[in-house]
């Protein structure tokens, strides 16, 4: 569940750049890389759940982090958030819209 829906979300990520967008190794390989981490992120939550509380010695948030990455910089790579560094309302990044 978790890498088809890191794979719908790069695509969309993909689909809202405005303009033409170059893909290193195709739009197909930044959907991959998603699934990819997708998969990566389900096996280290599954393995942190499994782990005793008192040994695990990592977050859940870390781990999808950890995992998205590379999705991450597949989109970077394609230009996917040059577009993103404008400030969001009148708080600037972060504030209200």
């Given at each position: 569940?978790l890498?088809a829906?890191l794979?719908?979300?790069a695509a969309?990520?993909l689909?809202?750049v405005?303009?033409?967008?170059?893909?290193p190794?195709?739009r197909a390989?930044?959907?991959?890389?998603?699934?990819?981490?997708?998969?990566?992120?389900a096996?280290?939550?599954r393995?942190?759940?499994?782990?005793?509380l008192?040994e695990?010695?990592?977050?859940?948030?870390s781990?999808?982090?950890?995992?998205v990455?590379?999705?991450?910089?597949?989109?970077r790579a394609?230009g996917?958030?040059?577009?993103?560094a404008a400030p969001r309302g009148?708080g600037?990044?972060?504030?209200?819209v």
């Open positions: 569940m890498p829906w794979a719908r979300r969309a990520v689909d809202a405005p303009g033409p967008v170059e893909v190794g195709g390989a930044v959907v991959s890389a998603a699934e990819r981490a997708g998969a990566d992120a096996a280290g939550l393995e942190l759940a499994l782990t005793d008192d695990q010695r990592t977050t859940p948030l781990v999808l982090r950890d995992a990455a590379p999705a991450e910089a597949a989109l394609a996917a958030f040059a577009s993103v009148p600037g990044p972060g504030g209200p």
